[in-house]
């Protein structure tokens, strides 16, 4: 099944210090991938969608300056949190769709980041 | 009122029991319908996915859904430990881009 890897699993910052996060999607190609955001003992809230060669679409209340996203080729993006602080300290998913349409939505595995 | 309600748990059933998770939707628009597990600290896992009312069977696991009332079910027969985990409903518009998730059902199958 279609496969999609989250680089690093876990990470700790420094406070004012940028985290780059990948998402990679390992044997198809992705137009499209999500990025998500999970609080402890909620469910996923969607930051932003990134499109491959174009930029990317964030949801209401995401600041894009803080949260960079590039998805700069069919099987990779990356999110970037820009001088983190300790209220960024989260759970980071992406996923992405391997076809186009109303195809599942397959995740990575997450990244936990911590900011200290 | 959610798009999606879920009911978030816990649920503690014991080991071989019958498993029944469930969500409502207000959307008539929304035509897919996929179900995730999500053990702790790891990424949603796709467990079912179908996009018209009545069952879909694969293995223990099988997926429900009642377009007229809005309804979505999930059934684990012959419930594991290794069941347990957050169980997250989502749902998708046709021709839409963004899944909307339930909050997730938080099931321990007991020994």
């Known amino acids: 099944g279609a496969v999609v890897s989250q680089h690093p699993s876990w990470v700790i910052c420094k406070s004012g210090t940028s985290v780059k996060i990948e998402c990679r999607s390992l044997?198809?190609?992705?137009?499209?991938m999500f990025w998500y955001r999970q609080f402890p003992k909620q469910s996923l809230m969607l930051m932003a969608t990134?499109?491959?060669?174009?930029?990317?679409?964030?949801e209401q209340g995401v600041e894009k300056d803080k949260f960079l996203i590039n998805h700069a080729s069919l099987t990779l993006s990356t999110l970037t949190v820009t001088s983190a602080h300790p209220e960024d300290s989260s759970f980071y998913i992406c996923?992405?769709?391997?076809?186009?349409?109303?195809?599942?939505?397959?995740f990575g595995n997450g990244t936990r980041l911590t900011v200290t | 009122q959610k798009e999606v309600e879920q009911d978030p748990g816990p649920l503690s059933v014991p080991e071989g029991a019958i498993v029944s998770l469930n969500c409502t939707y207000s959307n008539s628009a929304f035509q897919y319908f996929m179900w995730y597990r999500q053990y702790s600290r790891k990424g949603p896992e796709l467990l079912m996915y179908t996009y018209s009312s009545g069952n879909k069977e694969d293995g223990r696991f099988t997926a429900q859904v009642d377009k007229s009332s809005k309804y979505i079910s999930l059934f684990i027969r012959d419930s594991q430990p290794s069941d347990s985990a957050t169980y997250l409903c989502a749902i998708l518009t046709g021709g839409g881009n963004k899944l909307t998730f339930g909050t997730g059902t938080q099931l321990k199958v007991e020994l």
């Open positions: 990134s499109n491959e060669g174009s930029k990317a679409t964030y």
């Open positions: 044997d198809f190609q992705a137009t499209t």
């Open positions: 996923s992405a769709r391997d076809r186009g349409g109303s195809s599942p939505l397959h």
